[in-house]
């Protein structure tokens, strides 16, 4: 048995029925050699090497301490793994729609966080294995992770051995009690040290604010200048759009190399180009001063490595929507991400686990409703970018052809945009409320011709 972080607890803490904040993703495969059994048998194989995934998560009574994991009793792979299909003909399209039916449901607290579609019926008899994992149980951003479980580098990579499994006996409701009391007993500073910690992060960023900008009242002001009206932010409803984009890596660099930035900054310059062009295909008034404020949790790893990245910083980016011309629009991203360490617009994950680190769970549900008002306050949308590996990958002997990421929307806001690269192309994974953003396939077609406008920039 094992507590949760205050991070990890903060993310249930956030959780709504309608805003599920679960990350899903999308893995299209060949043919598997040996059908969807093998690949349920690979997953199974592999529980062991990921422990949590057995595990689930035990509220402590009255709230006296954070949640706690612990071994399931009635774990049950079938639960997890389930099958599903779509009709004939197996068009893209279909797939999606039942993505987005699967993203749009919560996840069963009672439960391990996490499930697996093992999807039939796709044209050229390609698979797709749909994931969908709280972030709680792994980190949110890493949105390929799940190929520590199911992918290999090589087609024929042998099963691991069974290994016998035996749950721990679930604690009771008094135990929980009485280790929370217990802890407070042993250290009862805990809650005075997480309130100090915080008021100490909050200080160090307000002063770096402060240095950037010439004094501590003008920095409460830009952490707090509420991000511009959008029709991206409206109240969300329970049901969920996803839609996808592709692109050549090859052509991403050959934009940078033409325009100077960095890959991170010409995917958010397309991003940018296409929601200019679906406002407009929407009516909205796009001025020379309309921006979109995106918060961008950046993976803090060189662009040609092979693993995916862990470590994140995010950044609140204004994205020049009003600015007409594709290159001045890269150039504008590039000199903002340049900048926005030394403007101080960085959002550090501490700082972030400061508003809502707060024990016992009663402050911590307090700080995390604050700061959820707080970030529909300060971003219109979320957009992820983590690097994934530039090397085939396969499962159960079925090369894995794309992989897309779906991101959980934030309350109040109607679109997230995730990234990632595999294997010499880049994959937009758009993840929408159905009711303000319906047309979300016309933003990812945007997505794919805005690119297409800044390869030909570049000669």
Same mark, same amino acid.
């Given at each position: 048995m094992e507590r949760l972080t205050t991070l990890d607890a903060s993310f249930l803490y956030l959780e709504r029925p309608d805003s599920p904040?679960? @990350? +899903?993703?999308?893995?299209? !495969?060949?043919?598997?050699?040996?059908g969807l059994e093998a690949i349920a048998a690979l997953v199974e194989a592999r529980l062991p090497l990921v422990p949590r995934y057995r595990q689930r998560v035990l509220e402590v009574p009255g709230h006296l301490a954070d949640p706690v994991w612990a071994d399931d009793?009635?774990?049950? +792979?079938?639960?997890?793994? =389930?099958?599903? $299909?779509?009709? =004939?003909?197996?068009?893209?399209?279909? !797939?999606?729609?039942?993505?987005? =039916?699967?993203?749009?449901?919560?996840?069963?607290?009672s439960r391990p966080l996490w499930e697996l579609y093992l999807v039939e019926g796709l044209a050229d008899d390609r698979v797709a294995v749909v994931t969908k994992t709280h972030p709680a149980l792994i980190d949110g951003l890493g949105a390929v992770d799940i190929g520590q479980v199911l992918l290999d580098p090589s087609p024929d990579a042998p099963l691991p051995a069974p290994e016998p499994?035996?749950?721990? =006996?679930?604690?009771?409701?008094?135990? !929980?009690? !009485?280790? +929370?009391?217990?802890?407070?007993?042993?250290?009862?500073?805990?809650? @005075?040290?997480?309130?100090?910690? +915080?008021?100490?992060?909050?200080? $160090?960023?307000?002063?770096?604010?402060?240095s950037a900008v010439g004094g501590m009242v003008r920095a409460t002001r830009s952490a707090l200048w509420a991000a511009p009206h959008s029709p991206l932010n409206a109240t969300n409803g329970s049901q969920r759009r996803v839609a996808v984009a592709r692109a050549d890596l090859d052509d991403v660099k050959k934009v940078r190399k033409a325009h100077g930035g960095t890959v991170n900054d010409v995917l958010l310059a397309v991003v940018a180009g296409a929601l200019r062009d679906w406002l407009l295909s929407r009516g909205q008034a796009v001025l020379g001063s309309t921006s979109i404020r995106a918060m961008v949790p950046v993976s803090v790893q060189g662009e040609e490595e092979e693993a995916p990245g862990t470590r994140v910083s995010s950044y609140l980016v204004d994205l020049p929507v009003g600015e007409a011309n594709p290159r001045m629009r890269l150039a504008r991203i590039s000199y903002a991400m340049r900048g926005v360490d030394q403007h101080g617009r960085s959002v550090g994950a501490e700082t972030l686990i400061a508003l809502t680190g707060f024990a016992p769970p009663t402050l911590h549900a307090l700080g995390a409703r604050a700061a959820r008002g707080l970030s529909r306050r300060m971003s219109n949308l979320v957009i992820t970018n983590v690097p994934g590996p530039q090397l085939p990958l396969y499962a159960a002997g079925s090369r894995m052809l794309e992989v897309f990421p779906v991101v959980p929307l934030a309350p109040g806001q109607g679109l997230s945009v995730g990234i990632t690269s595999y294997d010499g192309r880049i994959f937009f994974g758009l993840n929408a409320d159905r009711d303000s953003v319906g047309d979300v396939d016309v933003l990812a077609d945007l997505l794919e011709q805005e690119l297409g406008t800044l390869v030909e920039t570049a000669g």
């Amino acid at each position: 048995m094992e507590r949760l972080t205050t991070l990890d607890a903060s993310f249930l803490y956030l959780e709504r029925p309608d805003s599920p904040m679960h @990350v +899903a993703g999308v893995l299209v !495969l060949e043919p598997p050699p040996g059908g969807l059994e093998a690949i349920a048998a690979l997953v199974e194989a592999r529980l062991p090497l990921v422990p949590r995934y057995r595990q689930r998560v035990l509220e402590v009574p009255g709230h006296l301490a954070d949640p706690v994991w612990a071994d399931d009793p009635d774990f049950d +792979a079938d639960y997890h793994v =389930r099958r599903s $299909a779509v009709p =004939r003909p197996g068009t893209e399209a279909q !797939l999606l729609d039942l993505v987005s =039916r699967v993203t749009a449901r919560p996840l069963d607290r009672s439960r391990p966080l996490w499930e697996l579609y093992l999807v039939e019926g796709l044209a050229d008899d390609r698979v797709a294995v749909v994931t969908k994992t709280h972030p709680a149980l792994i980190d949110g951003l890493g949105a390929v992770d799940i190929g520590q479980v199911l992918l290999d580098p090589s087609p024929d990579a042998p099963l691991p051995a069974p290994e016998p499994w035996r749950p721990h =006996r679930l604690p009771t409701a008094l135990q !929980l009690a !009485l280790e +929370a009391v217990g802890e407070y007993v042993a250290r009862p500073t805990a809650v @005075v040290d997480t309130a100090r910690q +915080a008021v100490a992060d909050l200080r $160090a960023t307000g002063a770096r604010l402060g240095s950037a900008v010439g004094g501590m009242v003008r920095a409460t002001r830009s952490a707090l200048w509420a991000a511009p009206h959008s029709p991206l932010n409206a109240t969300n409803g329970s049901q969920r759009r996803v839609a996808v984009a592709r692109a050549d890596l090859d052509d991403v660099k050959k934009v940078r190399k033409a325009h100077g930035g960095t890959v991170n900054d010409v995917l958010l310059a397309v991003v940018a180009g296409a929601l200019r062009d679906w406002l407009l295909s929407r009516g909205q008034a796009v001025l020379g001063s309309t921006s979109i404020r995106a918060m961008v949790p950046v993976s803090v790893q060189g662009e040609e490595e092979e693993a995916p990245g862990t470590r994140v910083s995010s950044y609140l980016v204004d994205l020049p929507v009003g600015e007409a011309n594709p290159r001045m629009r890269l150039a504008r991203i590039s000199y903002a991400m340049r900048g926005v360490d030394q403007h101080g617009r960085s959002v550090g994950a501490e700082t972030l686990i400061a508003l809502t680190g707060f024990a016992p769970p009663t402050l911590h549900a307090l700080g995390a409703r604050a700061a959820r008002g707080l970030s529909r306050r300060m971003s219109n949308l979320v957009i992820t970018n983590v690097p994934g590996p530039q090397l085939p990958l396969y499962a159960a002997g079925s090369r894995m052809l794309e992989v897309f990421p779906v991101v959980p929307l934030a309350p109040g806001q109607g679109l997230s945009v995730g990234i990632t690269s595999y294997d010499g192309r880049i994959f937009f994974g758009l993840n929408a409320d159905r009711d303000s953003v319906g047309d979300v396939d016309v933003l990812a077609d945007l997505l794919e011709q805005e690119l297409g406008t800044l390869v030909e920039t570049a000669g």
